[in-house]
């Protein structure tokens, strides 16, 4: 080692010994650690959230599908009630005949 890396690994050694220097950095490493967990969680509840409301629309178009293959409703009507477009509602069905 040259001497510049030698003298900082020797500051570097000073830092950690210092006790108020530690419980800063501890402090801090809890609160980070902290605001992971709370990240990691919040994202979990947003993707259950999102994924049943996902599931909920996938069923409705499917029962929007069966009741036009079974004639009690017409392809524009399920169309209409679906909200999405005519392309859209006719892939879906072609998606659930595979």
């Known amino acids: 080692k040259d001497d510049f890396c030698k003298a900082l690994d020797i500051e570097v050694s000073k830092a950690k010994d210092k006790e108020d220097w530690r419980v800063e950095y501890m402090t801090l490493n809890l609160i980070e650690r902290d605001a992971f967990v709370r990240g ?3 994202g ?9 409301s996902e599931g909920i629309a996938e069923g409705q178009i499917s029962t929007l599908i069966s009741l036009v293959s079974k004639k009690i409703i017409s392809l524009s009507d399920a169309i209409k009630e679906s909200g999405l477009s005519e392309a859209e509602f006719l892939e ?3 998606q659930s005949t595979k």
């Open 40 to 42: 990691k969680d919040e």
């Open 92 to 94: 879906k069905i072609e």
């Open 44 to 52: 979990l509840a947003e993707g259950i959230v999102e994924g049943r």
